[in-house]
């Protein structure tokens, strides 16, 4: 067992200077890039500048040896002169390839800028992780840099002046030198694994955050916007998060954009409902349905549920159908077009998610049992149509009833079918008129529907007034079975 242990101890210690080393190396070619990337950008703009310069000199020189004014004016040699200058610009660019030269300095700038902060991501995060994917990673960059250092481009010794006047903070600041601090001092050991990565500017916060860890303060970390505190047993951290097998920077980047994501997620949605509660849900037709669903003979129920949900659905099609629609969109709707039929309009709403999938399901279960009615001559042969075929499948929305405490006197000690049947209707033909009108607005915002019209209930007046109107219709078929008892 000792043997086992002095072989693990002995296996981690191989381990841990192998990351050592990566970390040093990749610390080591991204200051190599900072300071190639910054000479490079520096000589860019004198090189655009020359470019420039050969692209108007002829343009000026040509048009002075051909101004009329200037040849009555001026001796002859002097606008020989001028369109022989002319035409030796374009000349002297191209020996000099100074468009070439442009475009290659711009090419390799990007890359090393590119290299700088991709040697800095392995050093700070990929090390920590595996080692042998770390020492990969550092093989594939040092190939890239190798293809980066084969193009013969030699900057001037001026520009590596200007460039370490701008890395080393001299009189010019320049935005290329980013996080030449910590570049040029590498962080190791406890800092290198500590999930608040500084970042630019944050360099002396992160030396007194190690100073508190050690005192046995809470560490805190600049973030997107104010100050987060962060503890060091990584509390701040979801659940399914913290148990990811990734280091702790990984961790925070990942726990920073679930926060932010949920925030702008949650104010898009505060603002949808508040841009729905502007507008007036037509309800008059909905109102009367709940009075027919009420009283009507149960055999007609399905009939007429399937008939106004009908034409809900082609209202919304029309609605949402695009327009330059060949023939136009009424040929959807005709005889022999997509949506000429309900049984159409659910499969088709259903298919492009136009409606919540459950209702369309409880839709069609309705649909099955009006065709049953409409098919057969013998109404007797019905039986009770309310416990008929798919209508038992209907979601059982009575059986929440019993919580609310202003139904306690009305609740028998048993439903009955065809009761039950009525408060499904009513509460789904609400819900229908609700998601016609608004599903289609929470899609097009690319918000999740079902969180933008049922996750939070009380900031929707449609869903309250929906709602209330069914509650309303509940109440009365519940007393109407009452007297009836």
């Known amino acids: 067992m000792a043997e086992d242990f002095r072989d693990t101890h002995s296996t981690s210690s191989s381990v841990e200077a192998r990351r050592a080393e990566i970390v040093k190396e990749a610390l080591r070619q991204s200051e190599s890039c900072l300071w190639t990337s910054t000479t490079l950008f520096t000589w860019?703009?004198?090189?655009?500048?020359?470019?420039?310069?050969?692209?108007?000199?002829?343009?000026?020189?040509?048009?002075?040896?051909?101004?009329?004014?200037?040849?009555?004016?001026?001796?002859?040699?002097?606008?020989?002169?001028?369109?022989?200058?002319?035409?030796?610009?374009?000349?002297?660019?191209?020996?000099?390839?100074?468009?070439?030269?442009?475009?290659?300095?711009?090419?390799?700038?990007?890359?090393?800028?590119?290299?700088?902060?991709?040697?800095?991501?392995?050093?700070?995060?990929?090390?920590?992780?595996?080692?042998?994917?770390?020492?990969?990673?550092?093989?594939?960059?040092?190939?890239?840099?190798?293809?980066?250092?084969?193009?013969?481009?030699?900057?001037?010794?001026?520009?590596?002046?200007?460039?370490?006047?701008?890395?080393?903070?001299?009189?010019?600041?320049?935005?290329?030198?980013?996080?030449?601090?910590?570049?040029?001092?590498?962080?190791?050991?406890?800092?290198?694994?500590?999930?608040?990565?500084?970042?630019?500017?944050?360099?002396?916060?992160?030396?007194?955050?190690?100073?508190?860890?050690?005192?046995?303060?809470?560490?805190?970390?600049?973030?997107?916007?104010?100050?987060?505190?962060?503890?060091?047993?990584?509390?701040?951290?979801?659940?399914?998060?913290?148990?990811?097998?990734?280091?702790?920077?990984?961790k925070a980047g990942l726990q920073i954009y679930r926060n932010y994501t949920k925030k702008f997620e949650g104010h898009a949605l505060s603002e949808f409902r508040k841009d729905l509660n502007k507008d007036t849900l037509q309800v008059d037709d909905l109102t009367r349905l709940l009075g027919l669903i009420e009283k009507e003979d149960a055999r007609s129920l399905p009939v007429i549920v399937c008939a106004y949900a009908d034409d809900q659905l082609k209202a919304m099609f029309k609605k949402t159908l695009p327009d330059g629609i060949p023939g136009g969109k009424d040929t959807m709707f005709g005889a022999y077009g997509p949506l000429s039929d309900f049984a159409k309009r659910i499969r088709l709403a259903y298919a492009f998610d136009s409606l919540s999938r459950d209702l369309l399901t409880d839709l069609d279960r309705v649909r099955a049992v009006r065709n049953d009615i409409s098919h057969t001559w013998d109404i007797s042969a019905l039986g009770d149509v309310s416990s008929r075929g798919r209508l038992t499948e209907l979601p059982p929305i009575e059986k929440l009833l019993p919580q609310r405490p202003d139904l306690a006197g009305l609740l028998p000690q048993h439903l009955s079918a065809l009761v039950s049947f009525r408060i499904r209707l009513a509460w789904i033909v609400a819900r229908l008129v609700y998601e016609v009108w608004a599903y289609d607005r929470a899609k097009k915002r690319r918000l999740d529907p079902q969180m933008a019209l049922y996750g939070m209930p009380s900031e929707s007046k449609w869903l309250e007034e929906v709602a209330s109107l069914s509650m309303a219709a509940t109440t009365r078929i519940l007393k109407s079975e009452q007297v009836r008892a």
């Open 44 to 250: 860019l703009r004198q090189v655009r500048f020359q470019r420039q310069i050969f692209v108007a000199a002829p343009v000026i020189f040509g048009a002075l040896a051909g101004f009329s004014v200037l040849k009555d004016a001026a001796p002859a040699w002097l606008i020989a002169l001028l369109a022989l200058v002319a035409s030796l610009f374009p000349a002297l660019a191209d020996a000099l390839k100074i468009a070439t030269s442009v475009d290659e300095t711009s090419r390799l700038a990007a890359e090393y800028k590119a290299l700088q902060d991709r040697f800095r991501r392995l050093a700070r995060i990929t090390s920590l992780g595996d080692v042998d994917k770390a020492e990969a990673d550092l093989a594939d960059l040092m190939d890239r840099m190798d293809v980066a250092r084969s193009t013969s481009i030699t900057p001037p010794q001026k520009y590596f002046d200007a460039a370490r006047e701008q890395i080393e903070g001299g009189p010019t600041t320049s935005p290329l030198t980013s996080q030449p601090e910590m570049l040029r001092q590498p962080v190791t050991g406890a800092e290198a694994s500590t999930p608040c990565a500084p970042g630019s500017g944050q360099t002396a916060r992160f030396r007194q955050n190690q100073v508190g860890r050690q005192a046995g303060q809470r560490p805190s970390c600049d973030r997107l916007s104010g100050e987060t505190d962060v503890t060091a047993d990584d509390d701040w951290l979801d659940v399914d998060i913290r148990a990811l097998s990734l280091s702790d920077g990984e």
